[in-house]
Nanobody, 118 residues
Framework: QVQLVESGGGLVQTGGSLRLSCAAS????????MGWYRQAPGKQRELVAR???????TYADSVKGRFTISREDAKNTVNLQMNSLKPEDTAVYYC????????????WGQGTQVTVSS
């Protein structure tokens, strides 16, 4: 079992910054991706950013140039630096891990609220 604990959410004004962190613990083997999804009220959960063990990153078009994902393998931690925040970034952000299994297995954090005021 893998446990993911997120931190760093909160309330910020438009144009502000927040940094989310996610620490993984437990039976962690063969991670393919670590990353973040988000879900706004009334909307589907969407991928925000993910990063491979080799450091390859993928971002949603809506956050490119504003968000940066990074990982610290020694600490099993993935971070999301969010700059130039907009009200439309308001959502619950979920950390996740996808392993290399076929089919893949996933682990999810409990979610952290990010609210951007206009």
């Amino acid at each position: 079992q893998v446990q993911l604990v997120e931190s760093g959410g909160g309330l910020v004004q438009t144009g502000g910054s927040l940094r989310l962190s996610c620490a993984a613990s437990g039976s962690i083997f063969s991670i393919k991706f670590m990353g973040w999804y988000r879900q706004a009220p009334g909307k589907q959960r969407e991928l925000v950013a993910r990063i491979t063990s080799g450091g390859r990153t993928t971002y949603a078009d809506s956050v490119k140039g504003r968000f940066t994902i990074s990982r610290e393998d020694a600490k099993n931690t993935v971070n999301l630096q969010m700059n130039s925040l907009k009200p439309e970034d308001t959502a619950v952000y979920y950390c996740y891990i996808e392993d290399m299994g076929v089919p893949a297995s996933y682990a999810w954090g409990q979610g952290t609220q990010v609210t951007v005021s206009s």
